[in-house]
């Protein structure tokens, strides 16, 4: 059975940073993929950054390449996504997600997931 659960949202101020982390779970192999998704008012849903179980190599969205980076400690099943120089337009709640396997052209699309987090909201203003 595999389980997502999330922490770490909050506020913040332009140009802050914060810590986002996604306990993944019940795989019983690194042949998944982890992945960040957000969502603000009104707004599609859209990738953030992905990450491969496998070889820990990472993708991210352009609006936040430079930003956002993506770690894993294995032994305790976390993957976190550190977020900094943040704007005000990264409000939003974002969302961890996990699914067996990886496509790189799919690492992006939520549609691709299977397993969700709760989601946290991180707000970012001045």
């Known amino acids: 059975q595999v389980q997502v659960v999330q922490d770490g949202g909050g506020l913040v101020l332009p140009g802050g940073s914060l810590r986002l982390s996604c306990a993944v779970s019940?795989?019983?192999?690194?042949?998944?993929?982890v992945a960040w998704f957000r969502q603000a008012p009104g707004k599609e849903r859209e990738g953030v950054s992905c990450f491969n179980g496998s070889d820990n190599s990472t993708r991210h969205a352009d609006s936040v390449k430079d930003r956002f980076t993506v770690s894993r400690d294995k032994a305790k099943n976390m993957v976190y996504l550190q977020m900094n120089s943040l704007k005000p337009e990264d409000t939003a709640v974002y969302y961890c997600?996990?699914?067996?396997?990886?496509?790189?052209?799919?690492?992006?699309?939520?549609?691709?997931?299977?397993?969700w987090g709760q989601g946290v909201q991180v707000t970012v203003v001045s």
């Open positions: 997600a996990a699914r067996w396997g990886w496509n790189r052209y799919e690492c992006l699309w939520p549609q691709a997931y299977d397993y």
């Open positions: 019940g795989f019983t192999s690194d042949y998944h993929a």
